[in-house]
């Protein structure tokens, strides 16, 4: 049996990786994170059949499509999931993003939040219940939950709103109990007062076409996605939001996310509980 | 009042994307008073490629710097040899958003690109020839290496070698080492080329299995 | 001990200029473009910014502009390190609200010497 070792990633290598992938993504990996990312390296160095970390790293940079970078990204954050995850977005929400909207909302007109993509319901359906719960002011407000994804079979899991006690973990029991019913197996059924209330489409954010039928949002959630995509999809993706958005309209992004990889044409917002992003108010716009 | 019920009809294919009969009335809309009809316009004009020239042409008398994105994202778009034609241009722009915005789409159309880059690169003006080396960064073109080593054996001027050693540092090969060495020597009064060239070295050695 | 933004889309000139501040005792961090400057400036304060003009997404003067414009961002003072050498960019920067600008390449002490200048100054 002959035994391979794997070339070690050397210090120059990580360095030029980390600053590639910095550049790239935003996301930068201290020392400390060495292990971690030699690992998933040498993984995909393997997975890939590259001859060692040069010529990896060659493929890496000039893949057209991005497709190996993807997988990288993939590999090296975390993909799950479930119930108020970055809970501090909707706490801003409450907090501060929605009491701004409302303020420059005429009456009889109603708030228009877009969680895409929205995958198997957790994003949209926490979303709704957030608001119940914990934003007073909706009693005063229509407030539609639009909820989009590429991927129709996703889509129809969502409407069904059945879920994994793991994806319903991280919310206090009250709410469990509150909006869920047992159902086979260890999982739970959102109830349907909530789950009417989500109005899904299948929506292919780099197609013009899909997003142009999206209008007057107010506040759009698009967190982990455009991360996975290159520079001239995030391009895209960042002018269809734009077009999507009021002026003063919000958008998130997740939290290893940040719209210095993707757009300038948005204000950089500070709040208590968030960096959010902006669609300038009319007065504000930009001249060169 | 609360959350609305969904309506839960599937949303209607809105007919408007544009068909050939609307480019007269898109290419009006790029020069309206309106800065949202001129961006909306511009965004629409992506499904004609024969309107570069009336993209760039406004591109160079815009103001709004929202419709001068959507203006370079078409452009992107499009992607063809013409745009990227009409695109080099902006590259000298006085305007710092457009000529660093035309940086990054450069970046996304190496194929295209290619073909001009051995031009930009020798270029009378220092600027330029660095945003031509920034353009490099994402160039799939096996002749890089060659050009970056082309730029610092014979660039004037400090900046321009050291935008390309910059980017040696991440893709540069044992072909490099004695350019490294000579462009060292013709700027030893410099320690941020000496700096960066030293780490180039460095990494290039370390790859080789050479302790620096 | 005071803290610098360093902001500069290149990797190689953020490492020198970071070595260069760190040996001399400041603490540094860094962001690849204006909109990651401003992100990182309202995340936490810094004494002092070293920006470049040209880069992705947002450009040196935009990012001094915005941030003079913040209200909820305390000020410090910015220097402007560019490859640009004319007298017209030399006053854009001024009146993009920067301090000081200085062409590149930097030599050490003279970045230290204006960082230490640009930081004696009550703003």
Not at chain 1, 125 to 152: G, K, R
Not at chain 2, 3 to 29: F, I, V, Y
């Amino acid at each position: 049996m002959t035994v391979v070792t794997k070339p070690p990633i050397t210090d120059e290598d990580f360095r030029k990786f980390r600053e590639f992938f910095y550049r790239k993504t935003g996301i930068h990996f201290d020392d400390s994170k060495r292990y971690f990312v030699d690992k998933r390296l040498q993984e995909r160095i393997e997975q890939t059949d590259s001859s060692g970390f040069r010529d990896y790293f060659v493929m890496l940079r000039f893949q057209a499509q991005g497709e190996e970078l993807q997988q990288l990204i993939n590999s090296m954050t975390v993909n799950e999931t479930y119930f108020f995850r970055e809970e501090y977005h909707f706490a801003c929400m409450v907090r501060s993003m929605l009491p701004e909207i409302a303020s420059r909302k005429r009456a009889g007109e109603s708030i228009r939040i877009w969680s895409i993509p929205c995958s198997s319901g957790e994003e949209p359906y926490s979303i709704a219940i957030y608001l119940q719960e914990f934003w007073p002011d909706i009693v005063n407000y229509d407030v539609e939950i639009l909820a989009s994804d590429i991927d129709t079979t996703i889509l129809n899991d969502a409407r069904r709103g059945i879920f994994s006690k793991r994806s319903v973990q991280n919310l206090p029991p009250k709410l469990l109990s509150k909006y869920f019913t047992p159902a086979h197996e260890h999982h739970f059924q959102l109830c349907e007062d909530v789950r009417s209330c989500i109005d899904f489409n299948r929506v292919n954010v780099t197609d013009a076409a899909d997003t142009r039928r999206y209008r007057k949002i107010d506040l759009i959630f698009c967190r982990n996605l455009l991360i996975y995509f290159d520079d001239t999809s995030r391009r895209m993706a960042a002018e269809s939001f734009y077009d999507a958005l009021s002026p003063g309209g919000f958008i998130c992004l997740g939290h290893s996310e940040s719209m210095s990889r993707i757009s300038g044409l948005f204000k950089v917002r500070k709040f208590q509980d968030a960096i959010v992003y902006q669609k300038p108010v009319e007065a504000e716009r930009g001249l060169t | 009042m609360g959350l609305m019920k969904a309506k839960n009809e599937q949303m209607p294919a809105l007919d408007s994307t544009p068909t050939p009969e609307d480019l007269p009335m898109l290419l009006r809309g790029l020069h309206s008073t309106d800065a949202e009809l001129r961006r909306m316009s511009a965004r629409d004009l992506m499904q004609f490629p024969e309107s570069v020239h009336a993209l760039a042409a406004q591109l160079e008398v815009e103001q709004d710097v929202v419709v001068s994105e959507a203006i370079v994202n078409t452009l992107a778009q499009i992607g063809n040899a013409a745009a990227v034609e009409v695109l080099i241009p902006f590259l000298r722009s006085e305007n710092v958003f457009i000529r660093n915005e035309t940086i990054e789409v450069l970046k996304g159309l190496p194929a295209v690109v290619a073909p001009a880059m051995e031009e930009l690169l020798s270029d009378e003006d220092a600027d330029v020839r660095i945003f031509a080396v920034n353009v490099l960064e994402s160039l799939r073109h096996p002749k890089v290496v060659s050009w970056l080593i082309h730029v610092i054996d014979q660039d004037a001027h400090v900046n321009v070698c050291a935008t390309a050693l910059d980017l040696l540092a991440e893709v540069g090969d044992e072909s490099c080492l004695s350019a490294l060495t000579r462009v060292k020597a013709r700027f030893l009064n410099e320690p941020y080329l000496q700096f960066v060239a030293q780490m180039a070295e460095g990494r290039i050695l370390e790859g080789k299995g050479i302790p620096s | 001990m005071k803290k610098v933004l360093i902001v500069d889309d290149a990797a190689t000139v953020r490492m020198y200029h970071r070595g260069i501040l760190k040996q001399a005792g400041y603490e540094t961090d860094e962001a690849i473009n204006g909109v990651e400057a401003l992100e990182k400036a309202h995340a936490e304060h810094f004494d002092l910014y070293v920006v470049d003009v040209n880069m992705p997404k947002m450009d040196g003067y935009s990012f001094i502009r915005r941030l003079r414009e913040a209200a909820d961002i305390k000020q410090a003072p910015a220097m402007m390190v560019s490859t640009e050498s004319d007298e017209k960019d030399e006053t854009q920067a001024y009146l993009s609200g920067a301090n000081l600008y200085v062409v590149k390449p930097i030599k050490p002490d003279q970045l230290l010497q204006c960082a230490e200048m640009l930081m004696g100054v009550e703003n």
